[in-house]
């Protein structure tokens, strides 16, 4: 019997069939709320998808491998240069130069005074060979455009081989700085009369830049940052159309930069989303839609300094999705940019993480992987769908500067945010190595250069929410939870010892097991260590372990049927013994008032605010 008629033996699978499955599982319970996920644009995240006809999508010109690119942003010219150097020895084939100043550099950035100065930087890079992408400080892209202009006329290359993205980007920098020192059509202008000059030079690349990264620093859901995405280039072209570019010319003077986090599905539907949106702004502005240039950089907003290793997970994941998402060039951050400036360690593995998708996955031999995929085409539909509306929204606002400057879209911004935080503030979002999963022995990682800490870097931490104008805050998730972490570490260094919780284990390991580790979880991700034990029986014998155990508080674990029994006892024996604080793992349910009575003073449990709990227990000095 061959392979086909085997298969012939079996009913169909069908989605009716596996929903009864499904049905029989829940026993009840509402698939709606157990299954489908949402993402913060309401978008619904089912758990199967039937196959889908793959619909339209202005991919890449060609498949084939995308750029790896690598960030210059080591202050002095020649240990950026010499850290390049490497990075494209060792297989990166773009480089993105970020000048002093340039927000993305994040106190850092290559110091570039004079034309000498660049040409240290860039001293044996072939920008014939090379692509480039710049970066810079707020306002200063026309004056930079001017330096590379003038090094690539010393070296004598020809200006139209060229590979060299200038990123004005105007909008962006409103956005990120708050209130413009001139007017949007003053920057807008200079933007173009840049362009016209570069142009003019013989430069074929892009001049203005599209860039996202301000608003999902800022918290904006994907719908959110492709809307912000649509309307700057809309009101790019408007500039470049109004000092007299074609439309057609001017499509061709602004490339795309979009952040790739660690949510695979979205990260590839957004991607996927914008090439489909912009080609449909094109046919508006009646022009053929033609493949945009589209980069993507992995997100600063996941970044951790507190187990850094697992930034290198995070960071491949949105590699992966940047890829197969359709993405022209990828930069990866290294795994210890949120502690400081990356070494040569942390720089190789940033690039190699691309190296191996490319060469040994051969994710870039299809151009679009994702078609006909039910969950991705689905997701891209919605989410176009979704960001068209909201792009239609900051256009009847007056566009995306009038909304920045009336502060209506850092408050929608802002709501959002407020939802990421929650979810983070629960663990309904974890972080691996920070939120979930803490180590509280982990080993030091080495940087180049230390980086200020978010309360002493300059530049908002928080947004207005409200009101007219406000910049956009850059802000990265585990923020919260490395504050407390920094508390303890404060406290370690000046007693020797980390705040304690003692964990009052009752009952069989099988009986304790599971909340005790969910207590330790919990306590450890804002440094407060866990001293745990076997288990007790005994309410005096608990109560003695807590006494030498150094602790000011405790924390009951066990099953709800232990509890039943033994908790309030066990309750009573602890705060007998000086414990000045205890909590129960695990919702009391209709027990709440006699546990309570019995001296328990808090439940800790699935959904609970972490990071508002932890703080109380510093702000009482359970130390």
């Known amino acids: 019997m061959d392979d086909l008629t085997l298969a012939a033996e079996f009913p169909a699978a069908t989605r009716d069939a596996w929903l009864r499955l499904v049905d029989g599982v829940l026993k009840g319970a509402d698939f709606e709320k157990k299954l489908v996920a949402r993402s913060h644009d309401g978008l619904p995240i089912e758990p199967l998808y039937e196959k889908a006809a793959p619909a339209p999508q202005p991919g890449r010109a060609a498949s084939g491998p995308w750029r790896i690119a690598q960030r210059m942003d080591h202050p002095d010219p020649v240990a950026a240069n010499a850290l390049a150097l490497a990075d494209l020895d060792g297989g990166a084939d773009a480089l993105v130069f970020s000048h002093?100043?340039?927000?993305?550099?994040?106190?850092?950035?290559?110091?570039?005074?004079?034309?000498?100065?660049?040409?240290?930087?860039?001293?044996?890079?072939?920008?014939?060979?090379?692509?480039?992408r710049i970066e810079t400080a707020p306002l200063a892209g026309p004056a930079a455009a001017e330096q590379w202009r003038a090094v690539v006329e010393r070296r004598g290359v020809d200006p139209a081989t060229l590979e060299i993205d200038f990123g004005l980007d105007p909008a962006g920098d409103i956005g990120r700085a708050g209130e413009p020192p001139m007017p949007f059509e003053t920057l807008a202008a200079d933007m173009a009369e840049t362009t016209r000059r570069l142009r003019q030079a013989g430069f074929a690349g892009p001049t203005g830049r599209v860039d996202t990264r301000a608003y999902h620093e800022a918290g904006a859901s994907e719908a959110q940052e492709?809307?912000?995405?649509?309307?700057?280039?809309?009101?790019?072209?408007?500039?470049?159309?109004?000092?007299?570019?074609?439309?057609?010319?001017?499509?061709?003077?602004?490339?795309?930069?979009?952040?790739?986090?660690?949510?695979?599905?979205?990260?590839?539907?957004?991607?996927?989303?914008?090439?489909?949106?912009?080609?449909?702004?094109e046919e508006a502005c009646g022009v053929a839609p033609a493949p945009i240039r589209l980069h993507a950089e992995t997100a600063w907003r996941m970044a951790t300094r507190r187990d850094p290793w697992v930034n290198l997970l995070r960071g491949t994941i949105a590699a992966f999705s940047a890829g197969i998402g359709g993405a022209d060039g990828v930069t990866v951050l290294p795994f210890t940019a949120a502690l400081g400036l990356p070494d040569a360690f942390a720089r190789r593995l940033a690039r190699n993480t691309q190296l191996i998708l490319i060469e040994e996955s051969n994710l870039g031999r299809v151009a679009d992987p994702a078609a006909g995929s039910g969950g991705f085409e689905a997701l891209t539909g919605a989410l176009g769908e979704k960001a068209w509306a909201l792009?239609?929204?900051?256009?009847?606002?007056?566009?995306?500067?009038?909304?920045?400057a009336a502060g209506a879209l850092q408050a929608r911004i802002a709501a959002v945010r407020t939802e990421r935080e929650r979810a983070v503030a629960t663990r309904r979002e974890p972080i691996t190595g920070t939120s979930a999963f803490p180590n509280l022995s982990e080993a030091e990682v080495k940087v180049l250069l230390p980086r200020l800490s978010e309360g002493q870097r300059p530049g908002p931490r928080s947004g207005p929410g409200e009101g007219r104008g406000g910049a956009l805050p850059s802000l990265r998730a585990a923020e919260p939870y490395e504050r407390l972490r920094e508390a303890s570490d404060a406290l370690l260094a000046r007693t020797g010892a980390r705040p304690k919780i003692f964990l009052a284990n009752l009952g069989p390991p099988a009986a304790f097991t599971a909340r005790a580790g969910f207590a330790r979880n919990l306590f450890e991700a804002g440094g407060v260590e866990a001293v745990t034990n076997e288990g007790f029986a005994d309410p005096a014998a608990l109560a003695e372990a807590f006494r030498a155990s150094g602790a000011k508080a405790a924390c009951l674990c066990s099953s709800d049927a232990i509890y039943a029994s033994h908790a309030a006892d066990a309750a009573r024996a602890l705060k007998g013994a000086g414990c000045a604080r205890v909590f129960l793992a695990g919702r009391p349910g209709e027990h709440e008032t006699g546990l309570r009575q019995a001296g328990i003073d808090d439940f800790v449990h699935a959904g609970s605010d972490v990071v508002a709990f932890l703080q109380s227990f510093y702000k009482e000095d359970l130390r």
Do not use: C, H, N
């Open 100 to 132: 002093a100043g340039a927000a993305p550099a994040r106190g850092f950035g290559v110091k570039i005074e004079t034309i000498d100065d660049l040409e240290r930087a860039l001293e044996g890079v072939m920008l014939d060979l090379v692509a480039v």
């Open 226 to 281: 492709l809307a912000a995405a649509l309307a700057t280039g809309v009101a790019y072209l408007r500039a470049l159309e109004s000092a007299g570019f074609a439309l057609a010319e001017a499509r061709q003077a602004l490339s795309f930069l979009m952040v790739a986090d660690a949510d695979e599905f979205l990260t590839v539907a957004k991607l996927r989303a914008l090439r489909r949106l912009w080609a449909r702004v």
């Open 391 to 404: 792009f239609q929204e900051l256009e009847r606002e007056g566009g995306i500067v009038a909304s920045l």
